[in-house]
T-cell receptor, first 114, second 109 residues
């Protein structure tokens, strides 16, 4: 099983450019999440999708949009990238939205905005 | 005050040593607690859940103190392979998890 996959692994953008980060899981999980990780800040939740067809804002949603395309896929879009969005982005999934369930993470996307 | 606070370390210990990390959380209504492990430039992975009665998994022991709002992780007989960052994770009561910024452990030969 591949688990959670993310593309791309690395990306460099110029300020103002847009891009979409892709995430897919093959574990038949209902819930999916997007986090960003910055040095000394821990992982911060950007958006999550408790189930197919629903999305909710997390702690730091500004500057991002998401799409839960189907049960497997959850994408994160940066419409107009800013240097403050330089970070490592992790997608995760869990069986349900109940926080007592383990979250499985993808390998991450390292994004640099210049 | 951060919702989840950890000492960033690094904790430098020799192989075979016992090391303990604490983590404090601010939301007294939190019900779910975890330790995740993150290797350098890799994704976090669940190490263990933390139960009210405490739990043990091999060389790892996790404890929860609700009255003082902290959880702990004890690693006995440290191995070189235990070198990693350990993330304290607590549910926010809002269907999401809050991750601490992590405690870095370096086990030395």
């Amino acid at each position: 099983n591949a688990g959670v996959t993310q593309t791309p692994k690395f990306q460099v953008l110029k300020t103002g450019q847009s891009m979409t980060l892709q995430c897919a899981q093959d574990m038949n999980h209902n819930s999916m999440y997007w986090y960003r990780q910055d040095p000394g800040m821990g992982l911060r939740l950007i958006y999550y999708s408790a189930s197919e067809g629903t999305t909710d804002k997390g702690e730091v949603p500004n500057g991002y949009n998401v799409s839960r395309l189907n049960k497997r896929e959850f994408s994160l879009r940066l419409e107009s990238a800013a240097p403050s969005q330089t970070s490592v982005y992790f997608c995760a999934s869990s069986e349900t939205g109940n926080p007592s369930y383990e979250q499985y993470f993808g390998p991450g996307t390292r994004l640099t905005v210049t | 005050r951060k919702e989840v606070e950890q000492d960033p370390g690094p904790f430098n210990v020799p192989e075979g040593a016992t090391v303990a990390f604490n983590c404090t959380y601010s939301n007294s209504a939190s019900q779910s607690f975890f330790w995740y492990r993150q290797d350098c430039r890799k994704e976090p992975k669940l190490l263990m859940s933390v139960y009210s009665s405490g739990n043990e998994d091999g060389r790892f022991t996790a404890q929860l103190n609700r009255a003082s709002q902290y959880i702990s992780l004890l690693i006995r007989d440290s191995k070189l392979s235990d070198s990693a960052t350990y993330l304290c994770v607590v549910d926010t009561g809002r269907r999401a998890l809050t991750f601490g910024s992590g405690t870095r452990l370096q086990v030395q030969p």
